[in-house]
């Protein structure tokens, strides 16, 4: 019976050193295995056109996409973490930082910036899941408070993409201070009358749920992504009970209650400008505005 599994025309072998593997990043494969040129992914907005699967992207993607000619005013780009509490598991905290920097070349897991949106000025702050895992620590915190305060200032709408494993363990309390910062000063935006838009990705969960990501005049998120508090594995253990399927994906959020609307990729840039205007009471635009030459 071993004789089954012998394969006795070997045919045509290669050594190990001698194989070629694809050169990385020339091709990518979602998770239902459909294989992707990776610039036909990035002209389809890093979305896969033979299932829509939405690759997790940062904050560069997101300016591309959503700023007019990719152009904008980085805000408050040097603000950097500190290690107040000198923590320490299996790596200095000041190593993991310095690490996250090197392979990302981002200061921390969020950035800010002001650009013009189909030509009207938009804030974005969109937070970056390869830095540390999108973990929400006091620089995640403070840039939020001065781009809301840049917002409050200058009567700019604000967007917030969110995109996070949830408040950074090694800042502990300082970290969930941030909750109750980037809440009170939202409320502060919303006294103001300036527009508030909430972007939820995958994933977005812990302490940003617990908070801004939660907290928009409108709520959208992109299809699939994972928006909870704790995620399913947590919650199961915890109930002890199966749990119905596509549990904590934005449509089965959507559909409960806690999401206003799921938005593709490709919509986002008109979507969003769309409901900062009907939130101003503005003529609606979906073309960007064509400035007169002085």
Excluded at 11 to 38: F, H, N, R
Excluded at 188 to 214: F, N, R
Excluded at 222 to 227: H, K, R
Excluded at 236 to 256: A, C, I, M, N, W
């Amino acid at each position: 019976m071993s004789s089954w599994f012998k394969r006795k025309d070997k045919g045509i072998q290669t050594a190990t050193e001698d194989k070629k593997d694809v050169p990385k990043g020339l091709w990518y494969k979602t998770p239902s295995g459909k294989i992707v040129d990776t610039e036909e992914l990035k002209e389809n907005f890093y979305v896969s056109p033979e299932d829509g699967y939405h690759v997790r992207i940062g904050s560069n993607e997101y300016f591309e996409i959503l700023f007019d000619d990719n152009k904008f005013t980085e805000l408050n780009a040097k603000i950097t973490s500190k290690d107040p509490l000198k923590f320490t598991d299996t790596k200095k905290y000041t190593d993991r930082l310095k690490d996250a920097e090197e392979k990302t070349k981002l200061k921390d897991a969020i950035r800010t910036a002001v650009g013009e949106s189909f030509g009207k000025e938009l804030v974005i702050a969109a937070m970056d899941f390869s830095f540390i895992g999108g973990s929400m620590g006091s620089v995640v915190g403070e840039k939020i408070a001065r781009a809301i305060d840049y917002s409050i200032k200058n009567k700019i709408p604000l967007l917030i993409i969110s995109k996070s494993g949830g408040a950074r363990m090694q800042e502990a309390s300082y970290s969930l201070m941030q909750l109750v910062k980037t809440s009170a000063k939202l409320a502060q935006l919303a006294e103001a009358g300036v527009p508030y838009i909430s972007l939820c990705t995958d994933p977005t969960t812990g302490g940003t749920t617990a908070s801004y990501a939660m907290l928009g005049d409108v709520n959208f998120a992109e299809p699939n992504a994972l928006v909870a508090f704790a995620g399913p594995r947590v919650v199961k253990d915890t109930t002890g009970k199966d749990l119905p399927e596509g549990f904590q994906r934005s449509e089965f959020v959507l559909e409960h209650g806690f999401l206003d609307k799921i938005i593709e990729r490709k919509n986002l840039k008109e979507q969003i400008n769309l409901y900062i205007d009907l939130i101003q009471n503005l003529p609606i635009r979906t073309e960007p505005q064509v400035k007169e030459k002085a």
